[in-house]
C-alpha cells in the first residue's frame, strides 16, 4: 500500500488504549483492506517500544502453548500484545479467555489486542468464549477519499474499481478481475466462510454469490433468489446463505423499515454490495450510465453501513425510500439521486406516514460532504 488512509476505526482503539480499557481490543473487517499494516503504523507512532507484534502466519504450530509464552512476555513486560491471524490458533479463544480471567483476578490485565484475515473466524471464537470480555472495532472497505488519497483515484475509476486498495495496482480491467475473484472473493468464501461453517454444497454457495451480486442495492424475494440456484431448497436456505456473506463482510442485508418490528423480520430483503467494485467484475468495458447510478446508490449505502447505525429501505405500492437511517430517535429517509430517472413521490408519502422523519437528497454533488461524515451531513437537515 503506498499510504496508510482507512484510520477510522483508530480513533475507537486510540480510546480505549490512551483511557487502560480493561477489555481485550478485537479488530475486525474485510480482508485486504489493511488492518495490520494500519494498526503497526498507529503503534509505532504512538507506542513505539511498548508493544510485542506477534503473528499466528509466522508460527509452524500456534498452538495454546505458543499463545501462553507469548502472553507471558508481554504481562512480565508490561507492554501491549498485538495477535494476528489469531483465528489460526488452536483453540485460541478457550486459551485466551482463560488467561485473561486469570490476570483480571490477580489485578494484572495488560493492553490486548486480536486480529486476523477471516472475521468469520474471530467472531465465532468471540461468541463462544470472550462474551463480555472485548471491545470490537470495525474497519471498512475503502472509500472514495481514501482511495483518492492513497492512489489518485478519479471518481468514476473508483465506481469501477474501488473497495479493496491491493487492486488498484492493475493497468489492465482482465487482471485486475482475476484478481478481485481469485485472490479476495474466492479467498473470503472458501478460507473465511467455508472452513467455520458447514454448507452441504460448496459450489452451489459459490453460485449464490455470483446471483446475489447481479441484484446490487435492489430488492429481491428470497423466494426468486432460491428459484435461480440449481437445487431443491427452501427460503431458509438462501436466509442462511446471505447470513454467512453478510458475517463475511461481503453485503449488507437490509430490512424493510416498519413501525411494527414483525413486519420488519418478515420483509423481502435488499441487498448491499460492501464494495462498489462487485458488481463490474465481470463488465470489463462498455459501462452504461444506468450501471455506474446503480453502483453510485450502492456507494451511498455503504457510507451509512459505516456508521454502524440500523439501516432500512422503504417500500409501499410504487412507492419507495433508498435508504432509511434509525439514530436513536431520529428517523432519516435518504434518497440516492444517481441519474436514473426516479420519482420522489416516495419521499413525500413516507414522511406522510412517518411525519418525524427527515428528508435528506443525496446527489453527486454533495455526496463527498457525505462521505466525510454521513451522520453529521444527515443531522444538518
Request: charged content about 25%; some cysteine; aromatic content about 14%.
Amino acid at each position: 500500500m503506498k499510504n496508510i488512509i482507512n484510520l477510522s476505526f483508530l480513533k475507537s482503539l486510540g480510546r480505549s488504549l490512551s483511557n487502560n480499557i480493561p477489555l481485550l481490543q478485537v479488530v475486525i473487517g474485510p480482508r485486504q483492506v489493511g488492518k495490520t499494516t494500519t494498526i503497526l503504523k498507529f503503534l509505532n507512532e504512538n507506542y513505539l517500544n511498548k508493544y510485542l507484534f506477534y503473528s499466528a502466519d509466522e508460527v509452524f504450530n500456534a498452538s495454546p502453548k505458543w499463545i501462553l509464552e507469548i502472553w507471558s512476555k508481554a504481562r512480565l513486560e508490561q507492554k501491549t500484545l498485538v495477535i494476528d491471524e489469531i483465528q489460526k490458533c488452536e483453540n485460541w479463544s478457550a486459551i485466551i479467555k482463560k488467561f485473561w480471567d486469570e490476570d483480571k483476578v490477580n489485578n494484572r490485565n495488560f493492553p490486548c489486542i486480536l486480529l486476523g484475515s477471516s472475521s468469520l473466524g474471530i467472531q465465532k471464537g468471540l461468541s463462544e468464549s470472550l462474551t463480555g470480555r472485548f471491545q470490537l472495532h470495525r474497519v471498512f472497505h475503502w472509500n472514495f477519499d481514501e482511495s483518492k488519497r492513497g492512489y489518485g483515484l478519479n471518481f468514476e475509476e473508483f465506481l469501477k474499481i474501488g473497495g479493496y486498495p491491493g487492486s488498484y495496482i492493475f493497468q489492465e480491467r482482465r487482471d485486475w478481475a482475476n484478481y478481485v475473484k481469485q485472490s479476495i472473493i474466492l479467498t473470503v468464501i472458501e478460507k473465511d466462510i467455508l472452513q467455520y461453517h458447514k454448507v452441504k454444497s460448496p459450489s452451489l454457495f459459490k453460485q449464490a454469490f455470483e446471483i446475489i451480486m447481479s441484484y446490487p442495492a435492489q430488492e429481491i424475494s428470497y423466494t426468486k433468489l432460491l428459484g435461480q440456484l440449481q437445487d431443491k431448497g427452501n427460503t431458509d436456505l438462501i436466509k442462511y446463505y446471505l447470513s454467512l456473506f453478510e458475517g463475511a463482510f461481503l453485503i449488507k442485508v437490509l430490512e424493510k423499515y416498519s413501525a411494527k418490528k414483525i413486519l420488519t423480520k418478515s420483509s423481502t430483503p435488499k441487498i448491499l454490495p460492501l464494495a462498489p467494485c462487485f458488481y463490474f467484475l465481470d463488465i470489463l468495458d462498455d459501462y452504461k450510465p444506468q450501471e455506474l447510478g446503480r453502483v453510485f446508490e450502492l456507494l451511498v449505502g455503504s457510507q451509512l453501513v459505516r456508521t454502524e447505525e440500523s439501516i432500512f429501505y422503504w417500500r409501499e405500492g410504487n412507492d419507495e425510500v433508498d435508504f432509511v437511517l434509525k439514530h436513536g430517535r431520529q428517523l432519516f429517509a435518504i434518497e440516492v439521486k444517481s441519474g436514473r430517472k426516479k420519482s420522489a413521490k416516495g419521499l413525500d408519502k413516507f414522511k406522510q406516514k412517518f411525519s418525524e422523519a427527515k428528508v435528506v437528497l443525496i446527489t453527486r454533488d454533495n455526496y463527498f460532504d457525505f462521505e466525510k461524515d454521513p451522520l453529521t451531513f444527515l443531522k444538518k437537515y
